[in-house]
C-alpha cells in the first residue's frame, strides 16, 4: 500500500487541510488516460486505478460518483492493440478500454447502485444482485445498442477506510482476475437474449 499512498499525497494533504470534501464526484472520459503519459503525465499501467482512490479520497461517505470510460468490445478498439493485464486494453498509448475485469478493480471501494447505457433511463442493481452481474449486465447493454462509453452510478462505501481500498487492491490477483472472467463469460451464457436494460 505505501506504493499507492505516495501516489495519493497530493489529494489526501488536500482532503485533510481543506476538510473538504464532496457528496458528488463526476468523471467523464478522463480516468481512461491517466498514467499513459499522453499529457505529459508520468507513465503509470495503473494511473486509472491510482485516479479512483483520490475520487474515493475526494468524495464523502455514502457519496456518488459518476464515472464513464470506454468499454472494452472488439468493435470499439482500433487495429493496433497494446495488450495490458487483464482484459483492458491500451489503444497506442491514449486511453484504455474496459473489460469486466478491469471495471470491477476500478470500482473497489464503491457500491455499484446502476448504470446508464446510451443517454437512456438508470439501469438499477436490482435486489441480489452481484457487482460482476452488473457489470456483465451492463457491457452486454452497451454491445447491443453500440455505446462504447455507459455511466456507471456509484455509492462510496462508507464502512470502508482507505487503508481497506488500498489493501483490497493490493491483493488482486491473477486469481481473482480469472474467477471475475470466468463468472462474466458464464452470465453471459445464462443471459444471452434475456436482460433488461433499462
Known amino acids: 500500500p505505501s506504493e499507492a499512498i505516495a501516489e495519493c499525497l ?20 478522463g480516468i481512461e488516460h491517466d498514467g499513459l503519459g499522453r499529457y ?24 456518488i460518483l459518476l464515472v464513464a470510460v470506454p468499454c472494452n468490445a472488439e468493435n470499439h478498439q482500433p487495429r493496433s492493440r497494446i495488450p495490458i493485464w487483464g482484459n483492458g486494453k491500451i489503444q497506442v498509448l491514449q486511453h484504455r ?10 470500482i473497489i471501494g464503491w457500491e455499484l447502485e446502476g448504470f446508464v ?17 452488473v457489470i456483465a449486465r451492463m457491457l452486454h447493454c452497451s454491445f447491443r445498442v453500440g455505446e462504447g462509453q455507459p455511466l456507471l452510478i456509484l455509492r462510496k462505501q462508507d464502512n470502508m477506510t482507505f487503508h481497506d481500498v488500498l489493501l483490497e487492491g493490493d491483493n488482486w490477483t491473477g486469481n481473482i482476475a ?12 445464462l443471459s444471452s437474449g434475456n436482460v433488461t436494460c433499462t
Request: proline share 6%; hydrophobic share 30%.
Open 40 to 63: 505529459g503525465d508520468p507513465v503509470n499501467p495503473n494511473g486509472d486505478m491510482s485516479a479512483m482512490k483520490e475520487m474515493w479520497l475526494l468524495t464523502r461517505p455514502n457519496g
Open 178 to 189: 480469472s474467477q471475475f472472467e470466468e463468472d462474466y463469460n458464464r452470465l453471459v451464457a
Open 97 to 106: 478500454a474496459y473489460g469486466a475485469e478491469r471495471y470491477m478493480r476500478l
Open 117 to 133: 447505457v446510451n443517454g437512456g433511463k438508470v439501469s438499477g442493481r436490482k435486489p441480489g444482485e452481484t457487482k460482476i452481474s
Open 10 to 29: 497530493p489529494t489526501l494533504d488536500l482532503v485533510e487541510r481543506s476538510g473538504h470534501s464532496f457528496d458528488l464526484t463526476v468523471s467523464y472520459s
